[in-house]
C-alpha cells in the first residue's frame, strides 16, 4: 500500500490530467481493505493468544494449588514445599505470558529480517581483473573484436571493431531499444565482454578495476538525477577539488549561471528531494555542468539535450564544441542533428550495429541512418 500511495502522490499531474482520480481511491481502499482484514485478523489472534496464555497459567496454578493442598491434609509434602512450587511456576511461566505478547512484534521482524537478509545475500559484482598484456598504440578507446550479448539473450555485438583517437567526437544513433546504451555500460564496465577485448589508451580494461576504469569517464544521463542540497554542492559533487572559480566557468558554460543567479539565493540555493523546485531543462543543465566541472578525459553524454528546448540545446552545443575539443566524446543522441560534425557514428537497429561511418559516408550509403536523418528533416518514414 505504501508503494501505491507514494506512486500515485508522485505521478499525481498525470492521474489527474488522466481524469483517473476515482479510479486511482477505488485502487487504494481495496489495498486497505486487504491491509485492514490483515490486520485485525493479526491483532485478534494477539488479542486472544495472551488471555489463553494467562488463563493457561492460572489454570495450572490453581490445580497444583488444590492437588498441593490435598497432598499437605494427606501429610505427604510440607505447606512451604507447595508454597516454593508455586513461586517457582509463577515465575516460570512470566516470561512465556511476555514472550507471547511480543508474537506480532517478533513475526513483523522475522519477515522484515528476511528481506532485508535476501539483499544482503546477494553476490556483489567482483571487481576481478584479467591479466592481459597491454598494446602500446595511439587509440584512446579500442574495441577489438567485441562480442556481447546479455545472458539468455542473442548475441549484440559479433566482432565489432572500433579505434577512437584521443579528441574524436563518436556519436552512437538508432531508434528507441536498439542497444545504444549497451555500449557504454561496456565502456564503463558495468559489463564485461564475452569475447574480444575494448582497451583504454592500449590498456585492457579487465585489466583494471572498475574504479580506476570509470575514474577516466564522466557522464550525464538521459534521466537527471540530483542530490538534495545546494547548487553549488551538485556541481561539486563530481570533483571535491573542484575551486568556486572552476565550478562558475563550467556553469557559464553550461548556460546554469544565468538562470541560478536569478534565483534568491543563487549557488547556494538547496534543490528539494526531487529537485522539483526546478524546471526540467534547468536540472538537465545542471547536469552537463556537473559533468563539465569534472573535466574528464572521456565524456559520455546519453541523450543529453533530451530536455532542453531547442535554443538551449544550441546553446549547449556550442558550449560542448569548446568543452570537448582535445577530449574524447561518446555521445548517444535521437536527435541527429547534434552529431553531424561526430568523426564517426555507429548506428544500431534491433540491438546491433548496421553501420558505421561519419555523416557524408552514411548518408552516400543511402541505408538505415539516411531512412533516419530523411524522416526527421524531410518527413520521409524511416524504414
Do not use: C
Amino acid at each position: 500500500m505504501n508503494n501505491q500511495v507514494e506512486e500515485n502522490y508522485t505521478g499525481h499531474v498525470v492521474v489527474k490530467s488522466f481524469n483517473h482520480e476515482d479510479e486511482s481511491i477505488e485502487e487504494f481502499e481495496k489495498e486497505n481493505t486487504k491491509l485492514y482484514k490483515a490486520s485485525w485478523k493479526a491483532q485478534m489472534i494477539s488479542g486472544i493468544v495472551m488471555p489463553l496464555m494467562t488463563f493457561i497459567n492460572n489454570l495450572g496454578y490453581v490445580l497444583v494449588a488444590i492437588y498441593g493442598g490435598i497432598q499437605v491434609a494427606n501429610g505427604n509434602v510440607s505447606l512451604g514445599n507447595i508454597q516454593a512450587f508455586l513461586q517457582y511456576m509463577n515465575q516460570f511461566s512470566q516470561p512465556i505470558s511476555q514472550l507471547a505478547n511480543l508474537t506480532n512484534t517478533i513475526q513483523a521482524t522475522v519477515a522484515s529480517a528476511e528481506r532485508v537478509f535476501e539483499i544482503l545475500d546477494e553476490p556483489e559484482m567482483e571487481n576481478d581483473t584479467v591479466d592481459v598484456p597491454d598494446v602500446e598504440t595511439d587509440n584512446k578507446v579500442t574495441l577489438d573484436h567485441v562480442k556481447f550479448g546479455y545472458e539468455h539473450k542473442p548475441i549484440l555485438l559479433e566482432d565489432y571493431n572500433l579505434d577512437v583517437k584521443p579528441g574524436q567526437m563518436i556519436a552512437i544513433v538508432g531508434p528507441t531499444g536498439a542497444g545504444k546504451t549497451t555500449i557504454i555500460n561496456l565502456l564503463e564496465r558495468f559489463y564485461d565482454v564475452k569475447g574480444g577485448s575494448i582497451k583504454l589508451d592500449g590498456k585492457d580494461i579487465r585489466n583494471m578495476t572498475r574504479e580506476q576504469v570509470r575514474s577516466h569517464y564522466a557522464m550525464v544521463l538521459q534521466d537527471t538525477w540530483l542530490f538534495t542540497g545546494s547548487i553549488y554542492d551538485n556541481l561539486k559533487y563530481s570533483r571535491e577539488d573542484a575551486t568556486k572559480d572552476e565550478i562558475i566557468e563550467a556553469a557559464k558554460a553550461a548556460h546554469v549561471d544565468n538562470f541560478v543567479r536569478q534565483l534568491p539565493k543563487g549557488y547556494d540555493t538547496v534543490l528539494n528531494e526531487e529537485a522539483s523546485n526546478i524546471s526540467q531543462g534547468q536540472r538537465q543543465l545542471i547536469t552537463i555542468a556537473r559533468a563539465f566541472v569534472a573535466d574528464p578525459e572521456i565524456l559520455i553524454l546519453d541523450e543529453a539535450t533530451s530536455s532542453v528546448d531547442t535554443r538551449t540545446e544550441l546553446h549547449i552545443q556550442h558550449a560542448m564544441e569548446r568543452l570537448l575539443k582535445n577530449r574524447t566524446s561518446f555521445v548517444v543522441a535521437h536527435r541527429l542533428s547534434t552529431i553531424q560534425n561526430a568523426d564517426k557514428i555507429i548506428v544500431m537497429n534491433h540491438g546491433s550495429i548496421v553501420e558505421t561511418g561519419n555523416h557524408d559516408e552514411l548518408m552516400a550509403k543511402n541505408g538505415f541512418y539516411a531512412d533516419l536523418y530523411n524522416s526527421q528533416f524531410a518527413g520521409n518514414v524511416a524504414l
